[in-house]
């Protein structure tokens, strides 16, 4: 019932029956090339010429509200930049923890390897109550990582790495 008609830079989600448009999405910044919508659940995959995919998760309770999948910088935890940690610590309400994150470096993916030993010793994180509380952040991101990545359609997952595809091709041989 829905299609999707590409603007430039924008894409723009239509009713079929009423043609009406329900969602204009502007996050890439060059040509979008080519949209893909999940068959089972409200997913919309984006591709540009800016060599971006976005994962698009709509809202059906508000129409004209699309968000970019999970409420984080990026799709994925582990390509998550010391910035992204940075900006999820102060959303979990760790503030005072930025700045020994991020004069240890700790990007997604050493977040998601931190262990209550790695917080006490090596991020010298005293406290046993605030190591508690972000082991538990940290294992309900986990947890929303699992749940997002099960939701992925299987057509945007690159069938050798098991990943999402990031700049997906298709070769030209293949009809």
């Known amino acids: 019932l829905y299609s999707c008609l590409s603007k430039y830079k924008a894409v723009c989600v239509v009713f079929q029956n009423t043609e009406d448009i329900l969602h204009t999405l502007t996050q890439h910044t060059r040509y979008v090339t080519t949209c893909a919508f ?10 540009s010429m800016d060599k971006t ?11 004209c509200q699309a968000r970019i999948a999970e409420d984080q910088p990026k799709q994925f935890t582990e390509d998550w930049s010391e ?14 923890l930025v700045g020994i994150f991020k ?12 262990t209550k030993e790695s917080l006490a010793d090596d991020l010298k994180i005293e406290s046993l109550g605030l190591r508690s509380k972000v082991l538990r952040k940290i294992e309900e991101l986990r947890t929303k990582m699992k749940t997002l ?4 359609p299987d057509e945007f997952i690159c069938p050798i790495t098991r990943e999402l595809m990031k700049d997906p091709v298709i070769a030209s041989d293949l009809r």
């Open 38 to 47: 999940a068959p089972n659940i409200l997913l919309l995959a984006t591709g």
């Open 53 to 63: 995919v976005n994962i698009w998760q709509f809202d059906l309770e508000t129409p």
């Open 83 to 96: 910035d992204d940690v940075s900006n999820w610590l102060c959303a979990q309400g760790l503030k005072d």
């Open 103 to 114: 004069m240890n470096n700790i990007d997604g993916r050493e977040l998601l390897n931190l």
């Open 149 to 152: 990545s099960s939701e992925i």
